[in-house]
């Protein structure tokens, strides 16, 4: 089955209330910032058992922002590929997702209507470690998936932005994720699945100290025809800054979509990491 994008045509029409003058109205503001993050232990005449071991994570975060009179537009895109390896053991991945974010937002109100588009997927090719020979499990875009919404959305002072609407979600799959997208009832093999129903959107910025933040990502989705069920993507990252370019992160995932499992999927990552913003 071919892949396809679900292109939803909105028009905004808002009323402009009286503001200050503003420098970044009418100019694209990017960002692209680097991030290494690692964690490393090494023995040598050590009579006290342990192994080798080293991990990495690797990322890129790239952000443009717009802002006229009218509406904002936003595009944030972050990519993370992370390994580790236990002495003379196989390199295990540990990190391996792609996430990139349009939001287009009127400006005028105390509820902005707003569209967006969301892309989700692995980068590289992901194994299940607990089989012997290892299985692969997942592909890039196998699972994919995009979805648009549609609706209202409020900020406060930067700190915290919610958006709610109604959504489509459309799950693509190739060979190794079938069993997210295929209806058990059809005699064939679905590729692509597509859902409409419900989706809000939170995020947080919150300084916790000078050098501490805080950064919270909340995505609720259930389609109409399951309102019991609700897909929970929940992210949160703690970055102590040591100085310009040193950092040290808590991270903390938790996810739960019943078409993957019926158990609640969660990652704890502690680590030192390094980070350069190119501009």
Same mark, same amino acid.
């Given at each position: ?22 420098? @970044?109205? #009418? ?19 050590? #009579?006290?058992?342990?192994? #080798?071991?080293?991990?990495? !994570? ?16 936003? #595009? ?30 009127? @400006? ?5 209507? /707003? ?5 989700? @997927? ?57 069993? /997210? ?14 859902? @409409? ?27 109409? !025809? ?25 991270? /903390? ?27």
């Amino acid at each position: 089955m071919k892949k396809f994008v679900l292109i939803i045509p909105f028009f905004f029409f808002v009323i402009l209330k009286g503001n200050d003058v503003d420098s @970044t109205l #009418n100019k694209w503001e990017p960002s692209l910032v680097f991030s290494l993050n690692l964690s490393q232990v090494a023995f040598y005449n050590w #009579n006290k058992g342990g192994k #080798n071991s080293y991990a990495y !994570e690797l990322g890129v975060n790239w952000k443009m922002h717009y802002n006229s009179t009218r509406w904002v537009f936003e #595009n944030k895109f972050w990519a993370i590929i992370g390994h580790s390896r236990l002495e003379n053991d196989e390199i295990n991945i540990t990190s391996n997702y792609l996430h990139n974010e349009t939001v287009l937002l009127g @400006t005028g109100f105390l509820f902005h209507p /707003y569209m967006s588009n969301l892309i989700r @997927t692995a980068l590289i090719d992901g194994y299940d470690y607990k089989k012997s020979p290892n299985e692969q499990i997942v592909a890039f875009f196998d699972p994919g998936y995009i979805s648009q919404s549609i609706g209202l959305a409020y900020e406060n002072e930067s700190v915290i932005k919610v958006r709610l609407g109604f959504a489509f979600e459309e799950s693509f799959a190739d060979k190794f994720a079938t069993k /997210y997208t295929d209806v058990p009832t059809s005699a064939e093999v679905e590729k692509f699945k597509l859902e @409409t129903g419900i989706e809000s959107m939170t995020d947080i910025n919150y300084d916790v100290a000078q050098n501490i933040k805080y950064k919270g990502k909340l995505r609720l989705f259930s389609g109409f !025809e399951r309102l019991k069920i609700w897909d929970v993507a929940f992210n949160n990252y703690l970055i102590a800054k040591v100085n310009d370019w040193l950092n040290v992160n808590f991270s /903390y995932v938790l996810i739960y979509k019943a078409s993957e499992s019926l158990k609640t999927q969660m990652k704890e990552g502690l680590q030192i990491g390094v980070s350069y913003s190119v501009f």
